[in-house]
């Protein structure tokens, strides 16, 4: 199957042709095929998105606002103006929950260099989202997108928003329950009992969410790069728990300890991200000072 692409500039007009391949995967917002652009021969990852709805419009507007992040390779409309497609480059080795599972399967683990190097791609991605005033609010395995050479290209900015000049927080909900930090989640309960009782004035002042909700969620993904679990439940035993139940867990108890032979600082980072208390939680500015990340980055 073929897609015409037609985009304009002061040259004229220009027919962009791809085959698509096949689905790499569906979303809230949309789905992503791998194609290949027929004249350069090049495989790309094509996000294709409704264009219809106000709500729909209004995501692709958050995607195209994060462009200088995440340096996508083009956008189009369609003639009819209600799709939208994303060209982004292709990433061989999927998101980091394929990567974690195809450890599982041969029992393998990440290295430490390997880590730190992933550890150290997503802090400078991150700290740039948050020193231009964006929170992801969605960050997870799955949207976190892995090259052949295992560059980061973080995705999905569904969710995000762009923090008002002088805020440090934003009062929207959204995101995914198991990578959520606590505080969200007990808000979150607070809330949904308020609304129950019909207090819409308590709704709108609790849904609050700050930088250090992305750490926490940062923090999870990061210990399921080592453990191949959740630091709160392991699906492979628990795979019924109820929301309810997972809420409690993640608000109230310390997260499981990690494998015994992995290097103590790669432990400890882990800890600092998943703090109960926001304001202790470890920054991504500060990740960035780590010794272990600046070598990483200073080998890209």
């Known amino acids: 199957m073929l897609l015409l692409i037609q985009t304009s500039s002061h040259h004229g007009r220009k027919l962009i042709v791809f085959r698509k391949l096949n689905l790499l995967g569906r979303g809230t917002f949309g789905e992503v095929y791998l194609q290949k652009e027929?004249?350069?021969?090049?495989d790309v990852a094509i996000k294709r998105m409704l264009?219809?709805?106000?709500?729909?419009?209004?995501f692709v507007n958050r995607e195209l606002s994060f462009l200088p992040i995440v340096k996508p390779l083009g956008f189009?409309?369609?003639d009819r103006k209600n799709k939208a497609f994303l060209v982004m480059e292709y990433c061989a080795n999927r998101d980091i929950r394929r990567f974690i599972e195809s450890m599982k399967v041969p029992g393998t683990e990440i290295t430490p260099q390997r880590y730190w190097e992933i550890v150290a791609q997503i802090a400078y991605s991150l700290n740039l989202l948050h020193i231009n005033g964006i929170i992801h609010l969605d960050l997870k395995p799955d949207n976190i997108l892995l090259t052949k050479d295992y560059k980061v290209k973080i995705t999905d900015f569904g969710f995000s928003r762009q923090l008002q000049v002088g805020r440090e927080y934003v009062s929207v909900h959204g995101g995914t329950l198991i990578y959520q930090a606590p505080e969200l989640l007990l808000n979150f309960v607070k809330v949904s009992n308020q609304t129950l009782k019909g207090n819409e004035q308590d709704k709108k002042s609790q849904l609050i969410q700050t930088k250090a909700v992305d750490i926490w969620s940062f923090g999870v993904i990061l210990f399921e790069l080592l453990a191949q679990k959740h630091p709160f439940f392991d699906i492979k035993v628990e795979a019924n728990l109820s929301e309810i139940?997972?809420?409690?867990?993640?608000?109230?108890?310390?997260?499981?300890?990690l494998p015994e032979h992995y290097p103590l600082r790669l432990k400890e980072l882990i800890k600092q991200m998943?703090?109960?208390?926001?304001s202790q939680r470890i920054s991504a500015d500060q990740i960035l000072?780590?010794?272990?990340?600046i070598v990483a980055l200073n080998k890209k």
Do not use: G, H, W
Request: aromatic residues 6%; without cysteine; negative net charge.
């Open 245 to 257: 139940e997972i809420i409690s867990r993640i608000v109230s108890m310390p997260p499981a300890l």
């Open 51 to 58: 264009y219809v709805s106000d709500q729909d419009k209004a």
């Open 76 to 78: 189009f409309l369609n």
């Open 38 to 42: 027929k004249s350069t021969d090049r």
């Open 289 to 293: 000072m780590q010794p272990e990340v």
């Open 274 to 278: 998943l703090l109960k208390d926001p």
